[in-house]
């Protein structure tokens, strides 16, 4: 079994800065994909930003103001945001692609969520 534990979220007002983490623990042997994907009262779930092994992808809405970054070792993925908007309010998830010891394919793995709320 996987955990994914998210941190960081909070208040902050508009123009504010939040760093988001999530580390992954339990059966692990690798992991491809990691990301942050977050979804608004009344809408659906959307990516936020993804990073691969050697790409990341940026939804177009967080492009120059947010920064998605991992730590292979830690089994950790960070998310920094900056000039948070009123739009940015949302429940932001952790998601992981983790292939286990027992396995020879990846599952894709989700973290409760954590609350980012941004005041005009």
């Known amino acids: 079994q996987v955990q994914l534990v998210e941190s960081g ?8 800065s939040l760093k988001l983490s999530c580390t992954a623990s339990g ?18 779930r959307e990516l936020v930003a993804l990073t ?11 492009k120059g103001r947010f920064t998605i970054s991992r730590d292979n070792a830690k089994n950790t993925v960070y998310l920094q ?4 908007k009123p739009e940015d309010t949302a429940v932001y998830y952790c998601k992981a692609d983790v292939m286990g010891y027992s396995r020879n394919y990846f599952l894709a793995y989700w973290g409760q969520g954590t609350q980012v709320t941004v005041s005009s």
């Open 81 to 84: 945001m900056n000039s948070l």
């Open 9 to 16: 979220g909070g208040l902050v007002q508009a123009g504010g």
């Open 27 to 44: 059966n692990i042997f690798s992991i491809n994909g990691m990301g942050w994907y977050r979804q608004a009262p009344g809408k659906q």
């Open 52 to 62: 691969g092994r050697s790409t990341t992808n940026y939804a177009d809405s967080v």
